[in-house]
């Protein structure tokens, strides 16, 4: 798995914000859209396109993209 | 003072979902009220552990896997006449509605929904439900009054519960057999185990509650045994709601 088209599927879950925004050390929670209902639309994508199944602890704990990529990609078979 | 128009006994209740949560709950409380029970589950050790914590000796079990309908058939074969159905068994999957998939509802509805109306409709068919019996099945605000974020698959299968409830009341009145409903908000179950939340966001969200925190599995059973007694026996097409005022608001 790649952090690049990792970054893209995380632009996707939200709807306001510029896809341009996102990089690896974008930290997500800190932009406007984040809401719980995103967080859930995060944890989805990342078990439909990885499948593997997030907790919410992981996303508090992640700050960066990088960081939970980091977390998804040790988990990922 | 032995007047309790709660009492079960002499009746044989059929639990589904009995090997944890409010199905366990519901065993318990029954076998406690002196019904005979029979307990349904998928998980042989489980539901093992919910028949060694039945009160009194008249109970049984049967292994069966609601995810397809095949065993409904040789479960019904199986029992003896009911006085009394409970449906227990189900499950969630949170998911916003852009990533619901057909795989994953399906595997819902089947459990939640098409499973216990085959189940109910088969011990009709076969005369083991019939005059003075009652059917209780385990609804949910989300889907009747409310819903929760990501919660459209399980809101889905519980809307249907009740919808099917209120038709299964009215055709089966003739034949003496009441059907109701109980709508439970958030309950202390496994079934919120899965940490797709942190604790600290449960807290916030018991908060929302005038009670100020969830339900007990057993303050469900209570609902569901009143639904199960005579003292309801006027009593059918109802949704009994418990939970905690949430609706109020």
């Not at chain 1, 439909?48 to 078979?77: H, P």
């Not at chain 2, 028949?51 to 008249?58: C, P, R, V, W, Y």
Request: with cysteine; hydrophobic share 40%.
């Amino acid at each position: 798995m790649e952090i690049v088209d990792f970054v893209e599927k995380m632009a996707e879950q939200f709807d306001e914000t510029d896809a341009a925004v996102f990089t690896p050390q974008t930290k997500f929670k800190e932009l406007d859209e984040w809401s719980s209902l995103v967080a859930l639309s995060v944890i989805a994508m990342v078990d439909e396109s990885y499948k593997v199944r997030l907790k919410g602890v992981d996303v508090r704990e992640s700050s960066t993209i990088n960081d939970l990529f980091n977390i998804v990609k040790a988990r990922a078979q | 003072m032995s007047y309790n128009p709660f009492t079960l006994e002499n009746k044989t209740i059929l639990v589904t979902g009995a090997s944890s949560g409010i199905g366990k709950a519901v065993a318990i409380e029954c076998s406690k009220l002196g019904a005979n029970v029979i307990v349904c589950g998928r998980n042989e050790q489980r539901l093992n552990e919910t028949l060694d914590s039945l009160e009194g000796t008249n109970h049984t079990s049967r292994i069966v896997d609601f995810s397809t309908n095949k065993e409904i058939i040789p479960l019904v074969e199986s029992l003896p006449n009911l006085d009394g159905v409970v449906h227990c068994a189900g499950f969630t999957h949170t998911l916003p509605f852009q990533f619901v998939n057909e795989v994953d509802l399906t595997a819902i509805m089947q459990v939640n929904f098409v499973a216990a109306t085959m189940l109910s409709q088969s011990l009709v068919k076969s005369k083991k439900i019939g005059k003075s019996s009652s059917v209780v099945f385990v609804s949910s605000i989300s889907g009747v009054n409310v819903t929760v974020l990501g919660n459209a698959m399980y809101s889905a299968s519980k809307g249907a519960i009740n919808g099917i409830a209120k038709s299964m009341a009215l055709d089966l009145a003739p034949k003496g057999i009441r059907v109701n409903c109980v709508t439970p908000g958030m309950v202390n179950t496994n079934i919120l185990h899965d940490e797709l939340v942190t604790k600290e966001q449960l807290a916030e969200d018991m908060n929302k509650y005038p009670l100020k925190r969830y339900g007990e599995p057993q303050e469900v059973a209570h609902g569901i045994i009143y639904l199960l007694s005579d003292a309801s026996k006027w009593v059918t097409g109802s949704n009994l709601l418990i939970d905690g005022g949430y609706t109020l608001l």
